[in-house]
């Protein structure tokens, strides 16, 4: 599939690891770029990137990397986003356009338009729903993004050829662009993604805190090991996710303890008919959920 | 694999659906038992559990059923076994062992204590840790307990012979068998069972109540689905179990309310360390589950 991209002369990945070495994968496989520059804090990554026909060359100096390119892709944890925009304004030329591929959209933004100035309307902010359990350059592959979403939270000051510019390229890598405005993404990500991985791991230590929690774990069934697949994920990763979004997380965490509230009334009250109605309504929607996101 | 089991006269199985179903099909595949006799509230799911071959016949009448047997499986949701031990006693002769497969123990040995009373010690109560998405004898499947856990939480009145029975007969169908009391049982799978169906209820009915639910459910990408597919289990199986097991379960919501309260706090004071070891000690945590449970 290579849908209305015309061909790109330079892109350049700012971290080569599973996100943006997938990104320089699926579009090489489509032939949509001459020529994909890595850079990157770790040498040796951007070493394996080459060796592993990822990137084209990899690049230790901004201003050469900068220089011509058409698009940068900004793939690394969301907290060291803002050091990026600082480290790239100074080289950044009016025809290349800048995303990234963040959890959270809300500090991103801020801090594009803190630092990118009056370069904001070149940041196209966009966050492809994929991921694996494994990172690093050796963890890319070409169809990470194939049928996949990506969210993009278009800015006021985006131009309409910008706008298209990142659209196509990441249909051109298989995904499905989808828009919603940075608010709605970060609220609707708090309560699909980032609270159950909290709830995951407050689980996961609630029971490691037991005595005997070894004990409990041999009887944890697939259930169990379904609902905490996700507190496997980086503890780092989250760390900075949650801080990214910690204002609708909190509004997130205060609702949803009004939920457990009223399980625990209930269960107090030895209300059969309204824990029956409270599961009821929770299995409806699971089917809903099931119907929508197949 | 067929341990150590005397082959066995008569048994008969109170519910033929997923659990009593797929326990009749292993022992007849294991050619464990002569006569299997399936007895039920539905008369259709007894006919077509004789079509299935599950059951050897299905009987109506009590006395007939249990007359000559060896042993009697209980294999209904928790809630009506009170009835059933009523509805048996006054058949239960002193040679027919009984059992059951319900998930919560301590509230099912109060009635039986009351119930069978001078007969509580042919009762030998027991869990079997497996399941399936589907109920009924359609759903029975031959190998459901290969491998598969079976706790048997002895009362002191269970004669070495009536233990054995029981162990040798679910080791016939494939199971593992484990030893703990009652109150172990009830607190470990409060734990790792019954507490993560209530918080994946809870974060359905979260989602649920949002003017836009539809709009979160289609960004819901793989980690949700695993968490809240526990979510999509019998509402009224889990009203039963929540019910059985509610003073055990109160008590872990509030130590999982206040795990909550630690990430709620640490959010608020925007304190990155505090957030990154509470993520650092679950993902460990995972781990050894991951390690302990495969």
Known sequence: MNINIKKLNKVVIFGVGLIGGSFALALK???????????????SS???????GIIDVACSNLADA?????????????????????AIYPYLQKQTIVTDAGSTKG?????????????????????????????????????????????????PENTHSALHLVASVWQGC???????????HDQIFAAVSHLPHVLAFALMNKIA??????????????????FT?????????????????????QAELVQYQAQLQQISVALRQANSDQLLAIFSKAQAARQRLICSSS
Not at 29 to 43: L, M, N, P, T
Not at 46 to 52: D, H, I, K, P, S
């Open 29 to 43: 496989k489509h032939a949509a770029v001459k020529h994909i520059v890595g850079v990157g804090r770790s040498q």
């Open 46 to 52: 951007l070493a394996r990137a080459v060796t592993l």
């Open 66 to 86: 900068l220089d011509g390119a058409d698009l940068l892709l900004i793939a690394v944890p969301v907290a060291q986003t803002e050091s990026i925009f600082h």
């Open 107 to 155: 500090d991103v933004i801020a801090a594009a338009r803190r630092i990118l100035a009056e370069k904001i309307g070149q940041f196209v902010p966009a966050h492809p729903i994929a991921g694996a359990e494994h990172s690093g350059p050796e963890a890319a592959m070409v169809d990470l993004y194939q049928g996949k979403k990506v969210v993009i939270t278009a800015l």
């Open 174 to 184: 298989g995904a499905i662009p989808h828009y919603l405005n940075s608010e709605q």
């Open 209 to 226: 805190e037991q005595p005997e929690a070894d004990l409990y774990f041999q009887y944890a069934a697939s259930g169990f090991r379904d």
């Open 229 to 249: 697949r996700i507190a496997g994920a980086s503890p780092e990763m989250w760390r900075d996710i949650t801080m990214a979004n910690r204002d609708v997380l």
